[in-house]
């Protein structure tokens, strides 16, 4: 996590105090959301593949940051979401995740496929 001090000098967790406790309570949280996700996996004995627990992982963070952002803008007095967010900033994403994008080769993936499946024994 990073802050900004008031000169506008980023400052990281591990130079500021203040932002190591934050980030400290932020795992807490996302400890405490992913919880009961985490108890149905070990109840049901199940294995859950590496990609996913991250994927859960990001998607718990994602969701929080959301509504602490949310709560911030309703605390702050915010009417229309044009206030803080703008059009620009919405092309600006737009090109960041566009950019995110990777497409298989339709080719590539048939011939992954051929590869992986059993062949026809005569």
Excluded: C, W, Y
Excluded at 45 to 74: I, K, T, W, Y
Excluded at 83 to 108: W, Y
């Amino acid at each position: 996590m990073k802050l900004v001090d008031p000169s506008g000098k980023e400052v990281t967790s591990k130079e500021n105090e203040e932002a190591g406790n934050l980030e400290k309570q932020l795992n807490k949280k996302i400890e405490k959301l992913l919880e009961p996700v985490m108890n149905k996996i070990k109840l049901a004995g199940g294995q859950v593949p590496q990609e996913q627990l991250m994927q859960l992982s990001s998607a718990a963070h994602q969701m929080l940051f959301n509504r602490m952002v949310f709560n911030l803008a309703v605390k702050a007095g915010v009417k229309d979401i044009s206030e803080i967010l703008g059009d620009d900033d919405v092309e600006e994403l737009q090109t960041s995740l566009t950019n995110q994008l990777q497409f298989v080769d339709q080719s590539q993936q048939g011939q992954e496929q051929d590869q992986n499946s059993p062949k026809d024994s005569q």
